[in-house]
């Protein structure tokens, strides 16, 4: 018995591992594991993206206002071109992690599916069988067992694993610079500010004749409204920033660093010629 052990060590210690693999696949605490937390991210970024939008159209409706000073028209969308293009390439960007969140749901779905377990489970055991038992000329199908064991071990796995690495490297190391919460937040005051800002203005051309007349060659008071908007939206291009920051590592490059982690193992396993 000893030394059938120790022949068959490396044989034996993947029989455990196989073991140990289907009983983690068939887990149900994994999947649900993993689909709250792409949930949650896909419902934070539906959050930030909705703020997003709220802010993108708060500024539009700034952008109509003009100020008229004697013989000068000074449209207020001159001061908040700037912000407002970088809020529409925000809102490109959540759309893409929104979008980048929900495939991976779908893929999640679809590893977890039972059909996909049961194909992953066979492909395990057949390899199990030929690993210890001798079939002569069977040496491809062998192989062909392996390669698509760790094929479907990568994809079982792999879509759980970037979720969990997204979540603590947000936690860890992210948050402490980037917290999404507090920067979002941040969106939603300024969203709130130009608001205010767009209802004081609606209000004040609704004024009286003589306030009107007093308005129409008071320089300060155009000056304060230019600066008031300014204001409003300086503080909120960094943190616009860095979401942009956030959301691009987390939805974007990470998944794309593990399609390419996956190519190089369908390269590795299947000779694959590089184009």
């Known amino acids: 018995m000893k030394t059938f052990i120790f022949n068959n060590f490396g044989k034996i210690s993947i029989l455990i591992l196989s073991i ?3 009983f983690a696949s068939s887990s149900v605490v994994v999947n649900d594991s993993a689909k709250d937390v792409i949930d949650r991210s896909f419902n934070q970024a539906l959050i930030v993206f909705g703020s997003a939008k709220a802010l993108n159209a708060v500024i539009s409706l700034a952008q ?11 449209a207020i969308g001159e001061v908040l071109d700037p912000i407002n293009d970088l809020v529409e390439q925000f809102s490109l960007i959540m759309l893409a992690s929104l979008v980048s969140l929900g495939i991976q749901k779908i893929l999640l779905n679809f590893v977890s599916n039972d059909f996909f377990n049961l194909t992953f489970i066979v492909s395990i055991v057949v390899f199990n069988i030929f690993l210890f038992l001798k079939f002569k000329n069977r ?10 064991t760790l094929v479907l071990l990568f994809l079982r796995f792999s879509i759980p694993f970037v979720a969990y690495l997204n979540q603590y490297s947000y ?5 402490p610079q ?16 130009i608001s ?12 009286g004749f003589f306030e009107k007349f ?6 300060t008071f155009y000056e304060k409204k230019v600066d008031e908007y300014k204001n409003a939206v300086d503080s909120s291009s960094d943190n616009i920033v860095d979401l942009i920051i956030v959301f691009i590592f987390q939805t974007i490059f990470l998944p794309i660093f593990y399609l ?8 590795k396993l299947f000779n694959f010629p590089a184009k």
Do not use: C, H, W
């Open 260 to 267: 390419f982690v996956f190519y190089i193992l369908l390269k």
């Open 214 to 219: 007093r308005q129409k060659f008071d320089m």
């Open 171 to 175: 936690d860890y190391f992210i948050k």
């Open 139 to 148: 040496e491809n199908i062998k192989n062909i067992a392996l390669r698509l």
């Open 20 to 22: 140990f693999i289907i």
């Open 178 to 193: 980037y917290n999404i919460e507090e920067l979002n937040e941040t969106i939603l005051n300024t969203k709130d500010e």
């Open 64 to 74: 109509g206002t003009e100020i008229n000073l004697p013989f000068v028209v000074v």
């Open 196 to 207: 205010k800002i767009n209802i004081e203005s609606v209000e004040e051309k609704e004024s």
